[in-house]
């Protein structure tokens, strides 16, 4: 049956112009945006230059000089490189840069190390896990099951002596440290010597924190009882949308199963061009990196203090709110986080509804999440954090109307366009090149 929604029928060559048009205007509204999506981030100029590179089109299974095809001399350069990058910089013996992306690395994890039936331990998704520890999500697709951890709401994070409890009687196989509400560190350290005694792996998901880990921001994890690290490496790692696991074992078994479940398990090919833009990125945050970082977190702490300055509820108020790119509020008073982020997305402030500890309904979060990654890297600082937080409490308590924040945010980010903390800095952010590279307005 016909969808009725859909538009009437056009020749190919106008849908062609219309996903182009579509397009160009995103990346116009996002100029003209506060994006505050904690796991999104800008491409450096150069990074971006690889994904429309030849490497596109090829393919190279398998590990550098390894390879199923002719032709890939100079990808086995580049992935040679890229893993070397990501060893050095996470200081670490085993890395693989095959996934393609955070999800399909989890999905590696759980291949190598775990098998269907297994327990398996993580927080629960209303305490911040991202959906992959989920029955829906990559542990239901492996068949594991999961012990959930005890939770501290007050201090939003794992509940170290009650689950140690847990863990002692459940005995799980593997313990995965990691979340989509990542506000401060996890006790990988405190919890180390239980995962010995029960012999559980521990592994851990840096998807939103691995530019602060690479930055020296946040703890590290390979280096205080994880074996292994799965990520995504667009957050805080400000690079492609791809994936990457690493890994610090003294058994080599460790790597091996690792590489064999990233191939042939949960890849063919891996998104050569992705891998390439993958080892730009690493090098300029081996450059770049540690500043990056710091301000990403002394930004995320400066919007949650003026936001709790303004009256609105900032979990975590005596821990400082933060220790990373991400601020939680709860915004039962303000309408809900549904309503509440369609209605600072109407004004330009791009924001995501989440589920808050104790929340019951997926659908109907009590919270919105706020991530200062994106905002940090066009060179914003702690007081654009300020006018952010003034323009959230002009639109949700002062009843200033949605088009009049919505030009103060156009106008706030008019001298914040270009991409920093890189090679070839300021280099416009969001704008749209055509197929011959000129920029399209
Ligand atoms: N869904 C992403 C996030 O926003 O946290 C992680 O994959």
Not at 17 to 38: D, G, K, M, T
Not at 165 to 193: D, I, N, Q, T
């Amino acid at each position: 049956m016909a969808d009725p929604s859909s538009p009437p029928a056009a020749s190919m060559a106008e849908v062609v112009e219309q996903v182009r048009n579509a397009v160009r205007v995103h990346s116009r509204r996002f100029e003209r945006a506060i994006p505050l999506i904690a796991s999104e981030n800008l491409l450096s100029p150069y990074a971006k230059e690889l994904l429309i590179s030849d490497f596109h089109s090829r393919y190279a299974e398998g590990l550098p000089g390894e390879r199923y095809y002719e032709g890939n001399e100079q990808v086995d350069e580049v992935e040679r490189i890229c893993l070397d990058l990501a060893r050095r910089l996470f200081r670490c013996s085993f890395a693989d840069v095959r996934p393609i992306s955070g999800t399909v690395a989890n999905l590696a994890v759980l291949k190598a190390l775990a098998a269907p039936g297994d327990l398996v331990g993580t927080a629960r998704l209303s305490d911040g896990a991202h959906i992959s520890s989920a029955g829906f999500g990559a542990f239901g697709l492996r068949g594991v099951k999961p012990v959930h951890y005890a939770w501290d709401e007050e201090r939003m994070t794992i509940d170290v002596p009650k689950t140690r409890a847990l863990l002692l009687e459940a005995r799980p196989k593997l313990c995965l440290f990691g979340l989509s509400l990542f506000l401060f560190p996890l006790p990988v350290k405190e919890l180390a010597p239980t995962l010995q005694e029960i012999g559980a792996l521990g592994w851990y998901d840096a998807a939103h924190v691995l530019g602060l880990i690479a930055g020296g921001q946040f703890q590290d994890p390979l280096h205080e009882g994880c074996s292994v690290l799965s990520a995504s490496t667009h957050k805080t790692l400000p690079g492609p949308q791809h994936g990457l696991l690493l890994g610090e074992s003294k058994d080599p078994e460790v790597g091996r199963k690792l590489a064999s479940a990233a191939f042939p398990g949960v890849t063919s090919n891996h998104h050569l061009n992705a891998m390439a833009a993958l080892a730009v990125s690493l090098a300029e945050t081996h450059e770049f990196g540690r500043a990056y970082a710091k301000q990403v977190v002394a930004n995320a702490r400066a919007l949650a203090l003026a936001l709790h300055e303004r009256g609105f509820d900032v979990l975590a108020e005596k821990l400082g709110f933060t220790a990373s790119h991400t601020i939680a509020v709860r915004v039962a008073k303000e309408g809900g986080g549904e309503s509440v982020a369609q209605r600072l997305a109407a004004a330009g402030i791009i924001t995501n509804k989440n589920l808050l500890p104790g929340d019951t309904s997926p659908k109907h979060p009590g919270g919105i999440r706020l991530g200062s990654p994106e905002v940090t890297r066009v060179g914003m600082k702690e007081r654009e954090m300020v006018r952010i937080a003034e323009l959230l409490d002009d639109l949700l308590h002062k009843g200033v109307p949605t088009e009049r924040v919505l030009e103060a945010a156009a106008e706030l980010k008019k001298g914040f366009t270009g991409v920093q903390y890189c090679f070839g800095a300021g280099e416009a952010a969001y704008r749209y090149y055509d197929l011959v590279g000129r920029p399209v307005s």
